[in-house]
């Protein structure tokens, strides 16, 4: 009774941090909007109301409001080119730049536009790591040259806003730049475990204080070269893909590599071996993130399809908040991939299943990882049989 009443507790700890996490970004753009607010007030009083059109006032403020979010997608932007340059100045190579869901990527020497968005991700810079000489590289600068460009970025808005400010509304649209400039420096920068995923600063933090972390992130960083270049987890290195300790996946860095581990498992169709490590990680303390661990539940429902197929244990699998996170990654190759196999195999429903090989067909086309796509259309036939 005492052990299940520890349990208990765990759990509902587990249950509060997890929506404290998932508040942190809520409360970041709500500071933002409250800031636009702020700046389209003071612009408005510095408007003689009485003598401007109601158009006009209209017009002025809905200006502002755009210009709020035009900030915020700019300051992405150079958030990310932040994490290019850095990078690039410490030796890696260019293999990806996202922002928001559009993505240039580089396939066989060339760079190619993609569609691409992934839950918890505003934009993503991945790059090719430079050797390792004597276990070490550079990541310090690559993992914070975002947050360091966004307040560079900041202070020369602020200084144009000061320089601007005989042009009203311009001063106040600088420094709307300039304050989501430093926000998103902080929320980038400063330490923390979100609820989707780490950020910059943590990784950093992290990476500092372990040495297979380290070695974990370049190996994170050359599988996706790898799969860039059109290569498939089953072709790759063995040595990439061993698990690590107990101890060691309570490092979210160290995690990754376990979930990639159970990827390549999928890949080589070894369901029932995939299943149960997914099943024995997903119970352990570790410091696998939000968003991986819904994908290994998405993956642990494909291989009940395919194996035992009992609805019981589907059920349980499929509660709210994972239906909510396969709805909110509904484009997602696995998710669909998943949710043709559940049409074909538990509702048995013929229709379903068509709109969703047809979906993901629609998908395929920009998706920008063709090796990725041939394996999930080989799990799909899979279920056809």
């Known amino acids: ?7 208990m507790m765990s759990d509902t700890k587990n249950k509060t941090i997890g929506k404290i996490k ?16 702020v700046f389209i007030a003071k612009y408005m009083r510095t408007m003689k109301l009485a003598e401007e059109s109601t158009d006009k006032i209209l017009f ?47 396939e066989g020497g060339r760079i190619k536009f993609r569609r691409f968005s992934l839950v918890g991700t505003g934009g993503q810079c991945l790059l090719i790591p430079p050797k ?72 950093a933090f992290s990476l500092g204080k372990n040495q ?43 995690a990754v590599i376990g979930v990639f ?21 997903l119970q352990m303390d570790t410091g696998i993130v939000g968003i991986h661990r819904n994908l290994m539940v998405v993956d642990r429902i494909y291989c009940e399809l395919v194996r035992e197929n009992r609805q019981d244990r589907l059920n349980n699998m499929l509660d709210k908040q994972q239906k909510k996170f396969m709805k909110a990654m509904k484009n997602f190759p696995s998710v669909v991939r998943t949710e ?15 709109q969703m090989k047809e979906k993901f067909d629609k998908m395929a086309k920009k998706y920008p990882y063709p090796s990725e796509i041939v394996a999930e259309r080989e799990l799909m036939s899979l279920a056809d049989k």
């Open 1 to 7: 009774m005492f052990i299940r009443k520890v349990i």
């Open 22 to 37: 998932q508040f942190i970004p809520i409360l970041f753009f709500m500071m933002i909007g409250a800031m636009g607010g």
């Open 60 to 106: 002025s403020a809905a200006l502002l409001l755009v210009g709020m979010y035009i900030a915020i997608f700019l300051q992405i932007i150079i958030h990310e080119a932040g994490h290019l340059l850095f990078g690039l100045m410490n030796g890696y190579g260019f293999s990806s730049f996202r922002v928001g869901s559009f993505m240039w990527v580089k």
């Open 132 to 203: 390792m000489k004597d276990g070490k590289y550079p990541y310090v600068l690559y993992n914070l040259g975002g947050s360091i460009i966004n307040m560079v970025s900041a202070l020369l808005f602020a200084g144009l806003a000061l320089l601007g400010r005989n042009i009203n509304i311009l001063s106040q649209m600088l420094m709307m730049l300039a304050v989501v400039g430093v926000a998103y420096a902080l929320i980038n920068a400063i330490p923390l475990q979100l609820e989707a995923v780490n950020n910059d600063g943590y990784n």
């Open 212 to 254: 297979e972390a380290l070695r974990s992130f370049w190996i994170q960083l050359k599988i996706n070269e790898q799969i860039a270049s059109g290569v498939r987890l089953k072709d790759m290195p063995d040595e990439w893909f061993e698990i690590p300790s107990e101890e060691s996946m309570k490092n979210s860095m160290t």
């Open 261 to 281: 581990a159970c990827n390549r498992l999928m890949d080589q169709m070894k369901f029932e071996e995939a299943e149960q490590i997914m099943e024995k990680l």
């Open 340 to 354: 043709y196999a559940y049409a074909l195999l538990a509702e048995k429903d013929q229709t379903i299943a068509v």
